[in-house]
Protein backbone atom coordinates (compact mmCIF):
# COMPACT_ATOMS: atom_id res chain seq x y z
CA UNK A 1 0.00 0.00 0.00
CA UNK A 2 0.98 3.38 -0.83
CA UNK A 3 1.86 5.80 1.51
CA UNK A 4 1.15 9.35 1.58
CA UNK A 5 3.23 11.57 2.46
CA UNK A 6 2.17 14.48 5.13
CA UNK A 7 1.32 17.54 3.83
CA UNK A 8 4.55 19.97 4.90
CA UNK A 9 3.27 23.04 7.31
CA UNK A 10 3.30 26.44 5.59
CA UNK A 11 5.42 29.09 6.87
CA UNK A 12 3.25 32.02 6.69
CA UNK A 13 6.14 34.42 7.13
CA UNK A 14 8.86 34.25 4.16
CA UNK A 15 11.77 33.72 6.42
CA UNK A 16 14.28 30.49 5.95
CA UNK A 17 16.02 28.70 8.39
CA UNK A 18 19.21 30.62 8.58
CA UNK A 19 20.58 26.78 8.87
CA UNK A 20 20.20 26.38 5.08
CA UNK A 21 22.52 29.43 4.39
CA UNK A 22 25.72 27.93 5.01
CA UNK A 23 28.36 27.86 2.47
CA UNK A 24 29.53 24.52 0.74
CA UNK A 25 32.53 24.52 3.23
CA UNK A 26 30.27 25.19 6.10
CA UNK A 27 32.61 28.05 7.09
CA UNK A 28 30.93 31.05 5.97
CA UNK A 29 27.14 32.06 5.00
CA UNK A 30 26.08 31.73 1.25
CA UNK A 31 24.38 35.30 0.39
CA UNK A 32 22.28 33.34 -2.82
CA UNK A 33 18.86 32.50 -2.05
CA UNK A 34 18.70 34.42 1.24
CA UNK A 35 15.04 36.42 1.17
CA UNK A 36 15.80 40.37 0.70
CA UNK A 37 14.10 40.98 3.96
CA UNK A 38 16.39 38.38 5.69
CA UNK A 39 19.25 39.81 4.19
CA UNK A 40 18.16 43.28 5.30
CA UNK A 41 18.12 42.20 8.65
CA UNK A 42 21.44 40.44 8.64
CA UNK A 43 22.96 43.58 7.24
CA UNK A 44 21.49 45.64 9.72
CA UNK A 45 22.69 43.40 12.67
CA UNK A 46 26.09 43.70 11.57
CA UNK A 47 26.10 47.60 11.74
CA UNK A 48 25.45 48.31 7.89
CA UNK A 49 22.95 50.65 6.89
CA UNK A 50 19.55 49.78 5.13
CA UNK A 51 20.20 50.55 2.05
CA UNK A 52 23.25 48.41 1.47
CA UNK A 53 20.68 45.80 1.13
CA UNK A 54 19.61 47.15 -2.22
CA UNK A 55 22.94 48.22 -3.66
CA UNK A 56 24.18 44.33 -2.71
CA UNK A 57 21.04 42.50 -4.38
CA UNK A 58 21.53 44.23 -7.38
CA UNK A 59 25.30 43.28 -7.40
CA UNK A 60 24.17 39.88 -6.71
CA UNK A 61 20.83 39.56 -8.80
CA UNK A 62 21.09 42.11 -11.44
CA UNK A 63 24.94 42.23 -12.08
CA UNK A 64 25.37 38.67 -11.28
CA UNK A 65 28.94 39.20 -10.18
CA UNK A 66 30.49 36.00 -7.46
CA UNK A 67 33.31 38.32 -6.42
CA UNK A 68 32.95 41.13 -3.71
CA UNK A 69 35.54 43.17 -5.07
CA UNK A 70 33.52 43.46 -8.56
CA UNK A 71 31.13 45.20 -6.58
CA UNK A 72 32.44 48.54 -6.93
CA UNK A 73 30.45 51.30 -5.60
CA UNK A 74 30.81 49.27 -2.48
CA UNK A 75 33.24 50.86 0.14
CA UNK A 76 36.35 48.68 0.51
CA UNK A 77 35.95 48.16 4.09
CA UNK A 78 31.76 47.06 3.26
CA UNK A 79 33.55 44.60 0.67
CA UNK A 80 35.89 43.33 2.88
CA UNK A 81 33.57 43.03 5.97
CA UNK A 82 31.52 40.94 3.52
CA UNK A 83 34.54 38.83 2.21
CA UNK A 84 35.12 37.97 5.72
CA UNK A 85 31.58 35.87 6.26
CA UNK A 86 29.71 35.57 3.56
CA UNK A 87 30.65 34.04 -0.32
CA UNK A 88 28.65 33.74 -3.66
CA UNK A 89 27.66 30.67 -4.61
CA UNK A 90 26.02 28.45 -7.57
CA UNK A 91 25.24 24.75 -7.44
CA UNK A 92 28.22 23.24 -8.72
CA UNK A 93 27.76 22.01 -12.53
CA UNK A 94 29.18 18.69 -12.97
CA UNK A 95 28.06 18.28 -16.50
CA UNK A 96 26.77 20.40 -18.90
CA UNK A 97 25.55 19.14 -22.52
CA UNK A 98 24.04 20.11 -25.36
CA UNK A 99 21.88 18.66 -28.07
CA UNK A 100 21.62 18.66 -31.97
CA UNK A 101 18.06 20.78 -31.17
CA UNK A 102 19.91 23.18 -28.63
CA UNK A 103 18.39 22.10 -25.44
CA UNK A 104 21.21 22.67 -22.55
CA UNK A 105 21.35 20.16 -19.85
CA UNK A 106 23.16 20.72 -16.39
CA UNK A 107 24.02 17.87 -13.93
CA UNK A 108 24.68 19.63 -11.09
CA UNK A 109 26.30 18.20 -8.00
CA UNK A 110 25.75 19.27 -4.63
CA UNK A 111 28.23 19.27 -1.49
CA UNK A 112 26.06 16.01 0.05
CA UNK A 113 26.88 14.23 -3.39
CA UNK A 114 23.25 14.34 -4.24
CA UNK A 115 22.40 15.02 -8.43
CA UNK A 116 19.69 17.16 -9.84
CA UNK A 117 19.27 18.22 -13.34
CA UNK A 118 18.68 21.78 -15.37
CA UNK A 119 17.44 21.68 -18.27
CA UNK A 120 16.79 24.66 -21.28
CA UNK A 121 15.09 24.49 -24.56
CA UNK A 122 15.07 27.44 -26.72
CA UNK A 123 12.25 27.65 -29.14
CA UNK A 124 11.40 30.15 -31.45
CA UNK A 125 9.84 32.39 -29.80
CA UNK A 126 10.71 31.86 -26.47
CA UNK A 127 13.40 29.74 -23.87
CA UNK A 128 12.59 27.48 -21.15
CA UNK A 129 14.40 26.75 -17.97
CA UNK A 130 12.78 23.76 -16.56
CA UNK A 131 13.96 23.76 -12.53
CA UNK A 132 14.20 21.00 -10.36
CA UNK A 133 12.73 21.56 -6.64
CA UNK A 134 13.97 17.45 -5.11
CA UNK A 135 15.97 15.13 -5.06
CA UNK A 136 13.51 12.22 -5.92
CA UNK A 137 10.36 12.82 -5.39
CA UNK A 138 7.63 12.21 -2.23
CA UNK A 139 4.77 10.74 -4.35
CA UNK A 140 4.55 7.49 -6.33
CA UNK A 141 3.00 8.37 -9.71
CA UNK A 142 2.85 4.85 -11.20
CA UNK A 143 3.65 6.23 -14.92
CA UNK A 144 6.87 8.32 -13.52
CA UNK A 145 9.95 6.75 -13.52
CA UNK A 146 10.90 9.58 -11.22
CA UNK A 147 8.30 8.46 -8.67
CA UNK A 148 10.20 5.13 -8.18
CA UNK A 149 13.39 7.17 -6.49
CA UNK A 150 12.64 8.04 -3.18
CA UNK A 151 12.73 11.50 -2.04
CA UNK A 152 16.38 11.97 -0.85
CA UNK A 153 15.43 15.73 0.35
CA UNK A 154 14.29 19.23 -0.77
CA UNK A 155 16.53 21.85 -2.65
CA UNK A 156 17.23 24.42 -0.30
CA UNK A 157 16.44 27.88 -1.87
CA UNK A 158 19.91 28.55 -2.89
CA UNK A 159 19.90 25.25 -5.02
CA UNK A 160 16.54 26.47 -6.86
CA UNK A 161 17.19 29.95 -7.56
CA UNK A 162 20.70 29.07 -8.47
CA UNK A 163 19.83 27.03 -11.48
CA UNK A 164 18.53 29.78 -12.93
CA UNK A 165 21.76 31.94 -12.31
CA UNK A 166 23.92 29.37 -13.23
CA UNK A 167 22.10 29.40 -16.88
CA UNK A 168 22.89 32.91 -17.07
CA UNK A 169 26.15 32.27 -16.62
CA UNK A 170 26.22 30.15 -19.13
CA UNK A 171 24.30 32.69 -21.57
CA UNK A 172 26.38 35.50 -20.14
CA UNK A 173 22.98 36.95 -19.26
CA UNK A 174 24.33 39.46 -17.17
CA UNK A 175 23.65 41.98 -16.59
CA UNK A 176 19.74 41.14 -16.71
CA UNK A 177 18.78 41.74 -20.22
CA UNK A 178 15.80 43.49 -21.43
CA UNK A 179 12.87 40.91 -21.89
CA UNK A 180 13.45 40.94 -25.80
CA UNK A 181 17.14 39.81 -25.83
CA UNK A 182 16.70 37.00 -22.99
CA UNK A 183 17.82 33.55 -23.85
CA UNK A 184 15.77 32.60 -20.66
CA UNK A 185 12.29 33.93 -21.15
CA UNK A 186 10.30 31.30 -18.98
CA UNK A 187 10.90 29.15 -15.79
CA UNK A 188 9.04 25.84 -15.31
CA UNK A 189 9.02 24.46 -12.15
CA UNK A 190 8.46 21.31 -13.68
CA UNK A 191 11.95 19.29 -13.27
CA UNK A 192 12.54 16.96 -10.71
CA UNK A 193 10.36 16.84 -7.42
CA UNK A 194 6.84 18.35 -6.44
CA UNK A 195 7.22 22.17 -5.61
CA UNK A 196 4.41 22.40 -3.47
CA UNK A 197 6.03 19.69 -0.93
CA UNK A 198 9.19 22.47 -0.93
CA UNK A 199 6.63 25.40 -0.87
CA UNK A 200 8.76 27.96 1.23
CA UNK A 201 11.69 27.30 -0.50
CA UNK A 202 10.73 27.39 -3.71
CA UNK A 203 8.69 30.19 -2.79
CA UNK A 204 11.85 31.89 -1.71
CA UNK A 205 13.30 31.31 -4.50
CA UNK A 206 11.06 32.32 -7.04
CA UNK A 207 10.20 35.85 -5.10
CA UNK A 208 13.92 36.46 -5.93
CA UNK A 209 13.42 35.20 -9.67
CA UNK A 210 10.95 37.99 -9.90
CA UNK A 211 12.38 40.54 -8.03
CA UNK A 212 12.37 43.72 -10.61
CA UNK A 213 15.96 44.86 -9.44
CA UNK A 214 17.21 41.37 -9.99
CA UNK A 215 16.48 38.21 -11.64
CA UNK A 216 13.18 40.46 -12.88
CA UNK A 217 11.60 37.34 -14.54
CA UNK A 218 7.61 38.51 -14.96
CA UNK A 219 5.24 36.05 -12.67
CA UNK A 220 3.18 35.54 -16.25
CA UNK A 221 6.57 34.00 -17.27
CA UNK A 222 6.48 31.43 -14.60
CA UNK A 223 4.71 28.03 -14.30
CA UNK A 224 4.66 25.82 -11.33
CA UNK A 225 3.75 22.44 -11.85
CA UNK A 226 1.78 20.24 -9.06
CA UNK A 227 0.20 16.87 -9.00
CA UNK A 228 -2.39 18.73 -6.68
CA UNK A 229 -0.91 19.91 -3.51
CA UNK A 230 -4.66 21.27 -2.72
CA UNK A 231 -3.82 23.05 0.52
CA UNK A 232 -0.76 24.65 -1.11
CA UNK A 233 -2.29 25.99 -4.38
CA UNK A 234 -4.29 28.71 -3.15
CA UNK A 235 -1.10 30.16 -1.17
CA UNK A 236 1.03 29.86 -3.92
CA UNK A 237 -1.74 31.43 -6.25
CA UNK A 238 -2.33 34.15 -3.40
CA UNK A 239 1.56 34.49 -2.57
CA UNK A 240 3.29 34.11 -6.06
CA UNK A 241 0.45 34.67 -8.40
CA UNK A 242 2.37 32.37 -10.63
CA UNK A 243 0.70 30.12 -13.86
CA UNK A 244 -0.05 26.90 -12.83
CA UNK A 245 0.03 23.39 -14.35
CA UNK A 246 -1.87 20.63 -12.60
CA UNK A 247 -0.66 16.66 -13.70
CA UNK A 248 -4.57 15.43 -13.79
CA UNK A 249 -4.11 12.50 -15.68
CA UNK A 250 -7.15 11.06 -14.85
CA UNK A 251 -11.04 11.88 -14.77
CA UNK A 252 -12.39 9.43 -11.94
CA UNK A 253 -11.30 8.58 -8.36
CA UNK A 254 -10.32 5.69 -8.60
CA UNK A 255 -8.35 5.93 -11.61
CA UNK A 256 -6.37 8.85 -10.76
CA UNK A 257 -6.36 6.64 -6.51
CA UNK A 258 -4.46 4.07 -8.47
CA UNK A 259 -2.31 5.98 -10.81
CA UNK A 260 -1.24 9.08 -8.55
CA UNK A 261 -1.58 7.72 -5.28
CA UNK A 262 -1.83 12.10 -3.71
CA UNK A 263 -5.57 12.00 -5.31
CA UNK A 264 -6.39 9.56 -2.11
CA UNK A 265 -5.37 12.26 0.14
CA UNK A 266 -6.74 15.08 -2.58
CA UNK A 267 -9.48 13.85 -4.45
CA UNK A 268 -10.06 15.22 -7.88
CA UNK A 269 -13.29 17.21 -6.58
CA UNK A 270 -10.82 19.38 -3.97
CA UNK A 271 -8.43 19.40 -6.73
CA UNK A 272 -10.64 20.89 -9.01
CA UNK A 273 -12.40 23.05 -6.69
CA UNK A 274 -8.72 24.60 -5.64
CA UNK A 275 -8.27 25.12 -9.25
CA UNK A 276 -11.65 26.93 -10.03
CA UNK A 277 -10.41 29.02 -7.13
CA UNK A 278 -6.90 29.75 -7.52
CA UNK A 279 -6.54 32.99 -7.97
CA UNK A 280 -5.74 35.01 -11.11
CA UNK A 281 -6.98 32.51 -13.50
CA UNK A 282 -9.00 33.61 -16.82
CA UNK A 283 -9.44 32.92 -19.96
CA UNK A 284 -6.34 34.74 -20.64
CA UNK A 285 -4.34 33.02 -18.15
CA UNK A 286 -6.02 29.50 -18.02
CA UNK A 287 -4.40 26.53 -16.33
CA UNK A 288 -2.89 24.11 -17.77
CA UNK A 289 -3.84 20.53 -17.20
CA UNK A 290 -1.21 17.74 -18.12
CA UNK A 291 -2.90 14.31 -19.18
CA UNK A 292 -0.54 11.55 -20.18
CA UNK A 293 -2.40 9.18 -22.45
CA UNK A 294 -2.21 5.81 -21.02
CA UNK A 295 -3.90 3.09 -22.71
CA UNK A 296 -7.06 1.19 -21.70
CA UNK A 297 -6.63 2.77 -18.23
CA UNK A 298 -7.75 7.14 -19.05
CA UNK A 299 -8.41 7.30 -23.15
CA UNK A 300 -11.96 6.47 -23.82
CA UNK A 301 -14.16 8.42 -25.60
CA UNK A 302 -15.97 8.23 -22.12
CA UNK A 303 -13.06 9.90 -20.40
CA UNK A 304 -12.70 12.45 -22.91
CA UNK A 305 -16.77 13.49 -21.97
CA UNK A 306 -15.82 13.46 -18.40
CA UNK A 307 -13.30 15.62 -18.81
CA UNK A 308 -14.76 17.90 -20.50
CA UNK A 309 -17.63 17.57 -18.19
CA UNK A 310 -14.85 18.35 -14.78
CA UNK A 311 -13.45 21.11 -16.39
CA UNK A 312 -16.32 23.01 -17.10
CA UNK A 313 -16.12 26.75 -15.81
CA UNK A 314 -12.29 26.74 -15.08
CA UNK A 315 -10.37 28.52 -17.71
CA UNK A 316 -8.44 25.37 -19.25
CA UNK A 317 -5.44 24.04 -21.62
CA UNK A 318 -5.16 20.44 -22.23
CA UNK A 319 -1.84 18.99 -23.35
CA UNK A 320 -1.67 15.45 -23.82
CA UNK A 321 1.14 13.96 -23.41
CA UNK A 322 1.63 10.27 -25.07
CA UNK A 323 3.33 8.06 -22.33
CA UNK A 324 6.73 6.82 -23.07
CA UNK A 325 7.12 3.58 -21.43
CA UNK A 326 10.07 2.20 -19.30
CA UNK A 327 11.05 -1.07 -18.05
CA UNK A 328 8.88 -2.01 -15.21
CA UNK A 329 6.03 0.07 -16.24
CA UNK A 330 2.71 -1.29 -15.79
CA UNK A 331 1.30 0.83 -19.05
CA UNK A 332 1.30 1.21 -22.45
CA UNK A 333 0.68 4.34 -24.62
CA UNK A 334 -2.61 5.21 -25.93
CA UNK A 335 -2.21 4.77 -29.98
CA UNK A 336 -2.41 7.94 -32.13
CA UNK A 337 -5.88 7.33 -33.65
CA UNK A 338 -7.19 6.52 -29.90
CA UNK A 339 -5.26 9.91 -28.89
CA UNK A 340 -6.75 11.48 -32.20
CA UNK A 341 -10.11 10.36 -31.14
CA UNK A 342 -9.62 11.86 -27.46
CA UNK A 343 -8.43 14.83 -28.69
CA UNK A 344 -11.28 15.39 -31.45
CA UNK A 345 -14.20 15.61 -28.41
CA UNK A 346 -12.47 17.66 -26.05
CA UNK A 347 -11.48 20.04 -29.07
CA UNK A 348 -15.32 19.77 -30.11
CA UNK A 349 -16.27 21.07 -26.35
CA UNK A 350 -14.20 24.14 -27.20
CA UNK A 351 -11.09 23.33 -25.41
CA UNK A 352 -7.06 23.76 -26.57
CA UNK A 353 -6.13 19.96 -26.63
CA UNK A 354 -2.82 19.67 -28.35
CA UNK A 355 -0.91 16.48 -28.62
CA UNK A 356 2.65 16.92 -27.83
CA UNK A 357 4.61 14.20 -30.06
CA UNK A 358 6.76 16.35 -32.80
CA UNK A 359 9.82 16.47 -29.79
CA UNK A 360 8.70 13.42 -28.14
CA UNK A 361 9.03 11.45 -31.14
CA UNK A 362 12.48 11.82 -31.15
CA UNK A 363 13.06 9.41 -28.35
CA UNK A 364 10.43 6.97 -28.65
CA UNK A 365 10.38 4.90 -25.54
CA UNK A 366 13.21 7.22 -24.60
CA UNK A 367 12.05 7.56 -20.91
CA UNK A 368 12.46 4.93 -18.60
CA UNK A 369 13.89 2.73 -21.03
CA UNK A 370 16.67 4.54 -20.79
CA UNK A 371 17.34 3.76 -17.70
CA UNK A 372 17.62 0.58 -18.48
CA UNK A 373 18.52 0.74 -22.53
CA UNK A 374 21.06 3.59 -21.17
CA UNK A 375 23.76 1.13 -19.97
CA UNK A 376 24.64 0.51 -23.67
CA UNK A 377 24.46 4.39 -24.56
CA UNK A 378 27.04 5.94 -24.31
CA UNK A 379 26.89 8.86 -21.48
CA UNK A 380 26.63 11.70 -23.90
CA UNK A 381 23.86 9.91 -25.75
CA UNK A 382 22.21 9.18 -22.99
CA UNK A 383 22.13 12.70 -21.59
CA UNK A 384 20.85 14.14 -25.21
CA UNK A 385 18.07 11.79 -24.90
CA UNK A 386 16.72 12.26 -21.68
CA UNK A 387 17.29 16.35 -22.07
CA UNK A 388 15.30 15.60 -25.24
CA UNK A 389 12.45 13.67 -23.28
CA UNK A 390 12.25 16.41 -20.84
CA UNK A 391 12.45 19.03 -23.47
CA UNK A 392 8.99 17.58 -24.66
CA UNK A 393 7.81 17.57 -21.70
CA UNK A 394 8.30 21.18 -20.81
CA UNK A 395 7.10 22.13 -24.71
CA UNK A 396 3.80 20.87 -23.62
CA UNK A 397 3.23 24.11 -21.31
CA UNK A 398 2.84 27.05 -22.72
S1 LIG B 1 4.82 12.89 -11.84
FE1 LIG B 1 5.83 14.53 -10.61
S2 LIG B 1 4.87 14.31 -8.59
FE2 LIG B 1 4.45 12.37 -9.66
S3 LIG B 1 6.15 11.01 -9.06
FE3 LIG B 1 6.75 12.03 -10.99
S4 LIG B 1 7.97 13.82 -10.33
FE4 LIG B 1 6.77 13.11 -8.53
Redesign the pocket.
Known amino acids: MNQIAPTPEINPSSSLDPAQFASADGQRVNLIGIPRTQLNDMLVERGHKPFRTKQLWQWLYWHGVTDFDAMTNLSKHFRQSLADEFVIERPRVSQALSSADGTAKWLLKFPDGNEVETVHIPEADRGTLCVSSQVG?????K??????QKLVRNLTAAEVVGQMMLARDAFGEWPTPSDHSRMITNVVMMG???PLYNYDNVAAALRIVMDGEGLSLSKRRITL???GVVPAMRQCGEELNVNLAV?LHAVDNDTRDHI?P?NKKYPLEELLDACRSYPGVTNARRITFEYVMLKGVNDSDADARQLVRLLKGIPSKINLIPFNPWPGSDFECSSATRTAAFQTIIQEAGLSAPVRTTRGEDILAACGQLKSESQKLRRSERDRLEAAHLAAQVSAVD
Open positions: CTLTCFCHTGTMGESTSSMI
